[in-house]
């Protein structure tokens, strides 16, 4: 049974930090990534980690964001620090069992399953 279940999300002041959590289940995945969508807004890659575990973010949130995998627990983190505004968006978690590689773990549309997703609002 794949589910993939977010979360960690929340409201927080500007410079404020929150810790995303992405549970798994159902296979091993390959590539796991975070996505995010603001109301108006297209879809964005935020953050990805490829079959080789290389970390790809996007340049929105390079130096603030980290995104980290537990293995073990099947697993996925994503660490938000110095949030500002422009971070507020539903954060959606995605995985593929397919390998990925580098920065097309951006690419929404490579993707095969989904979370419900975790808002995070940023004020």
């Known amino acids: 049974h794949v589910q993939l279940v977010e979360s960690g999300g929340g409201s927080v002041q500007a410079g404020g930090s929150l810790r995303l959590s992405c549970a798994a289940s159902?296979?091993?995945?390959?590539?796991m990534g975070w996505f995010r969508q603001a109301p108006g807004k297209e879809r964005e890659g935020v953050a990805g980690i490829d079959s080789y575990g290389s970390t790809s973010y996007a340049d929105s949130v390079k130096g603030r964001f980290t995104i980290s995998k537990d293995n073990a627990k099947n697993t996925l983190y994503l660490q938000m620090n110095s949030l500002k505004p422009e971070d507020t968006a539903m954060y959606y978690c995605?995985?593929?069992?397919?390998?990925?590689?580098?920065?097309?773990?951006?690419?929404?549309?490579?993707?095969?399953?989904w979370g419900q997703g975790t808002q995070v609002t940023v004020s």
């Open positions: 159902g296979y091993t995945y390959n590539c």
């Open positions: 995605a995985a593929i069992r397919l390998s990925i590689l580098g920065t097309s773990s951006l690419k929404g549309s490579l993707y095969t399953y």
